[in-house]
């Protein structure tokens, strides 16, 4: 069964660091695409970042701040958030793809396989 476990959300300062892993099951993770979203009350389901096939994609609101990576031998892709906003609260989830183009990796829809979700709270 395939599932995915995001973790590692927690309260923040404004200027803080937090870790955020995606343990995988039911499948290794470098045949696939991994996509980080986040999603605030009120708002649409944002992409944060993507890595597949030793490419890595973030979103404009977070580039030069978070950082994508994956451990293959624990099969967990991590993302790595520094400096963080109040704006960047938000439900965190992990998602897995299929081959999509890379110019789609924003779109929720092409992934079909969904974590629950980590809390990240980011204020002080």
């Known amino acids: 069964e395939v599932q995915l476990q995001a973790s590692g959300g927690g309260l923040v300062q404004p200027g803080g660091s937090l870790r955020l892993s995606c343990a995988a099951s039911g499948f290794a993770l470098d045949d696939y695409a991994i996509g980080w979203f986040r999603q605030a009350p009120g708002k649409e389901r944002e992409g944060v970042s993507y890595i597949n096939v030793g490419r890595k994609f973030y979103g404009d609101s977070v580039k030069g701040r978070f950082t994508i990576s994956r451990d293959n031998a624990k099969n967990t892709v991590y993302l790595q958030m520094n400096s963080l906003k109040p704006e960047d609260t938000a439900v965190y989830y992990c998602?897995?793809?299929?081959?999509?183009?890379?110019?789609?990796?924003?779109?929720?829809?092409?992934?079909?396989?969904w974590g629950q979700g980590t809390q990240v709270t980011v204020s002080s």
């Open positions: 998602a897995r793809a299929a081959r999509i183009p890379f110019s789609l990796w924003r779109v929720p829809s092409y992934y079909n396989y």
